[in-house]
């Protein structure tokens, strides 16, 4: 197995299989999402989900509420499927190729990260025995991002004759369904009306409007086939097809290049238009050119995004899987984030959750900083709808963001476990300021960051009340949704405490520079206002157990019993398919890390020793139903010196997605989970904190690893740090930046190479 590919051979063709390499070969480049369905399609009895998606672009469908009380959702937005451009059909002579027929003498898949495409290679020989050898490339460009294609090679190895494509553009598609999973949207819906079918020239274009949200994507297609006999092309009420014929000699090699489009008019105002001049851009340079700026792209990133583990390359190449992933993902414009499922799948309905700012925003803001304040822009771009949700739960002032939305509407119809987790507001908030701290880039602070960590600061102190002097957050749910609707949850508490010292402490700064005034006259703000966010934040209730000497979850966890787990069935797992949520909600059980996870993004909150004995009490009663877990008390489990087992919880986040571990990746990638590996070498065996008086590393060394080295972009500068028998910080440039290593400080300059000992 090569270093930058990642390939499964001997291939079966189980269902099950089939839906979960759809999810794990697809192609995506952060704008639009293919998966890796077979070209030819699937018989009957065979499973689906073949889609294409377009980062931002949604329907809105109607949300029924058993009882339609005052605030609660009655529509939502669900990513759309677009249309379907990767059918190609192949007949041989008379024969129609097919996996299901005939006989496979050899079949793989694979995934090339360094060039930045997908290959499927069968060898196949049909039922009268003709043999061919097949090779389809696939790729979503990154610097092209409206451009998918499609490269199908055909070799002849016995066979001389007609050779048949038959190239598909269907306008007429559906989301897929699933009646039995909550993660999974219910009843398959038609979300897009194809409009207009048009051919101009070799190109043909289907203008289609999404049912209610009034969004137009056009989808464009161009074959090329240098040495085809004759083309034929027809066209129906929604769709084109295009019949290439050639002949082919034995041991002669045929292609054909296909080329799709996606414009949409989230973006541009005339998408047709649009799609027509990128369409005769990139046709003109060519596929053999679009290869090559791919790999010019992704030599780029891969020098930016080094995370390699000296001599495990199984572990490595896993690590590049889920890096490769984050960045096929993530939104690189204004008008998009990161799903919970990238664009890899329809799970969560293309939502978008506080996963892109705790998760995936980390590995961005030290990799590419841009993408980063992409990632914040679009938190900007829908702040007005993040006050008008504040209005509707009831606050006077300020902004809370949806739990999960698209266009910036809340579409959580479960309250209890969705709008009530207004810890979503401090999540954004510590994106801001991290991105503040590691690349002090104040001119995005100005103009829109603050303005986002103030108005969300203002909810906080209308959320909360005082009682015997002391800051309570009432009724709403932390991270672990297996407990909801309660008291003073530790994580909301103390992420809260953090964004109003940090909303303040900006606002003082800025305030002097007078950079900010035009700001504080828009939104109205206040002196006092800014005393009672110090005020908060510094009598902050927050939970502690004298006889446990652990923070409690929440203020009435510990009176609760403890879940039964020895007599709860393995089959019976995650629990969140099983059991009512009333009931879980009655028990000591968490889904997921809550409080461990603020001892990662908060360390400085609590001591060692409570962190420690609480991390050993939620160590028993954490489920890790959710893919967000592991990696969390991975990272945890670093900064307590446990070595042995952060690499256990780390390695069962690393191959979540490969090996399927949560049994759902068919329905998509759990992109959080592969920022969260990241988050785990980096920021748990590394130990790196990104603080405001400089950079923080305490690096611990895996026995089984001889050493493991990363780099980071910090203030602008390229750093890169390599852990073996020593820990040694490099920069190319010439600077001057504080760096605590294992607590000492050190000075990094003048293109200075620190080493010292690991303390292990």
Same mark, same amino acid.
């Given at each position: ?156 190895i016995n066979f001389k004759g007609l050779l048949t494509w038959i190239s598909t553009h269907i306008g007429k598609v ?151 992933q984050l960045l096929q993902s993530v939104g690189k414009d204004e008008y998009c984030s990161v799903a919970a499922k ?29 993408? *980063?304040?992409?990632? +914040?822009?679009?938190?900007? /771009?829908?702040?007005?709808?993040? #006050? =008008?949700?504040? @209005? %509707? ?102 992420? *809260?405490?953090?964004? +109003?010292?940090?909303?303040? /402490?900006?606002?003082?700064?800025? #305030? =002097?520079?007078? @950079? %900010? ?121 670093? @900064? ?102 294992y607590g000492e400080r050190y000075s990094l300059n003048n293109n200075l190479v620190l080493e010292k000992k690991n303390?292990?």
């Amino acid at each position: 197995m090569e270093k930058w590919i990642y390939k499964i051979d001997n291939l079966e063709l189980n269902n099950s299989d089939n839906l979960l390499n759809e999810t794990i070969f697809h192609n995506a480049n952060g704008y639009l999402g293919i998966r890796g369905c077979f070209e030819e399609g699937y018989p009957k009895g065979y499973e689906t989900i073949r889609g294409t998606y377009i980062n931002g672009i949604y329907n809105i469908s109607e949300m029924k509420q058993a009882e339609q009380l005052y605030g609660f959702i009655n529509e939502k937005q669900t990513i759309v499927n677009v249309a379907d451009t990767q059918g190609i059909q192949l007949l041989i002579g008379d024969e129609r190729f097919h996996l299901f027929e005939g006989s496979i003498i050899n079949y793989s898949r694979s995934l090339d990260m360094k060039n930045g495409y997908t290959i499927r290679e069968i060898i196949w020989k049909s039922p009268k025995g003709k043999i061919v050898q097949i090779r389809i490339k696939r790729m979503a460009s990154f610097v092209e991002k409206n451009l998918f294609t499609v490269e199908y090679e055909v070799k002849s190895i016995n066979f001389k004759g007609l050779l048949t494509w038959i190239s598909t553009h269907i306008g007429k598609v559906q989301n897929y369904s699933n009646q039995e999973d909550p993660r999974v949207a219910k009843g398959a819906v038609k979300h897009l009306e194809p409009k207009k079918v048009v051919t101009e020239g070799d190109a043909s274009y289907i203008i289609s409007e999404t049912t209610t949200s009034g969004l137009k994507v056009c989808s464009a297609v161009r074959n090329i086939c240098s040495d085809k006999k004759n083309s034929t092309v027809w066209r129906e009420k929604t769709g084109i097809f295009e019949k290439i014929e050639i002949d082919i000699q034995k041991e002669e090699t045929v292609s054909l290049k296909k080329y799709t489009v996606l414009t949409d008019s989230l973006r541009e105002t005339d998408c047709l238009s649009n799609a027509e001049v990128i369409m005769n851009r990139v046709t003109r340079a060519g596929l053999t050119e679009m290869y090559r700026l791919q790999k010019i792209y992704l030599d780029d990133f891969w020098n930016r995004a080094v995370l390699e583990i000296d001599g495990n390359e199984e572990l490595n190449l896993a690590i590049k899987y889920n890096l490769f992933q984050l960045l096929q993902s993530v939104g690189k414009d204004e008008y998009c984030s990161v799903a919970a499922k990238g664009l890899s799948g329809e799970g969560y309905e293309g939502h978008y959750f506080w996963d892109a700012e705790i998760y995936i925003f980390p590995f961005f803001v030290l990799t590419y900083p841009h993408i *980063a304040r992409n990632l +914040l822009e679009y938190r900007y /771009r829908i702040l007005d709808q993040a #006050k =008008e949700n504040a @209005k %509707i739960l009831g606050h006077t002032k300020g902004a809370l963001y949806p739990w999960r939305t698209i266009a910036g509407k809340e579409c959580s119809g479960y309250f209890l476990s969705g709008s009530a987790q207004y810890h979503i507001n401090s999540d954004i908030a510590y994106a801001v300021i991290q991105y503040y701290l590691a690349t002090k880039d104040l001119d995005l602070i100005v103009h829109k960051g603050l303005e986002i960590l103030l108005e969300t600061a203002r909810l906080w102190v209308d959320t909360g009340h005082y009682y015997q002097d002391q800051f309570h957050i009432m009724s709403v749910t932390g991270p672990d949704e297996y407990t909801c609707m309660v008291n003073d949850n530790y994580f909301t508490n103390v992420s *809260a405490k953090y964004h +109003l010292k940090w909303a303040a /402490r900006l606002y003082r700064v800025l #305030k =002097e520079t007078g @950079k %900010i005034d035009k700001l504080i006259r828009k939104i109205d703000l206040t002196e006092n206002e800014i005393l009672e966010f110090e005020q908060a934040s510094e009598k902050m209730y927050l939970p502690y157990s004298e006889e446990l000497g652990i923070n409690p979850q929440d203020t009435d966890f510990l009176s609760k019993p403890v879940w039964d787990f020895k007599k709860t069935p393995k089959e019976n797992y995650p629990l969140l398919l099983h059991y009512h949520p009333l009931y879980l909600n009655r028990f000591q059980v968490c889904k997921q890390a809550d409080t461990v996870l603020a001892y990662f993004l908060y360390e400085d909150m609590q001591s060692r020793e409570v962190m420690r004995t609480s991390f050993e009490y939620y160590e028993k009663i954490t489920t890790h139903d959710s893919s967000l877990s592991t990696c969390i008390f991975s990272i945890v489990a670093s @900064k307590l010196g446990l070595l042995e087992k952060a690499v256990e919880y780390m390695g069962d986040s690393i191959y979540l997605d490969l090996h399927n571990t949560h049994k759902n990746t068919k329905d998509g990638i759990h992109t959080a989970n592969m920022g969260g590996i990241y988050m785990a070498i980096v920021y748990g065996l590394a130990g790196l904190g990104i603080k405001e008086d400089g950079i923080y590393l305490s690096p611990l060394l895996p026995k089984t690893w001889n050493g493991y080295k990363f780099k980071i972009v910090y203030e602008g500068y390229e750093l890169e740090i390599e852990v073996n028998e020593v820990c040694r910080l490099t920069c190319k440039e010439e600077v001057n930046i504080p760096v605590y290593l294992y607590g000492e400080r050190y000075s990094l300059n003048n293109n200075l190479v620190l080493e010292k000992k690991n303390e292990i």
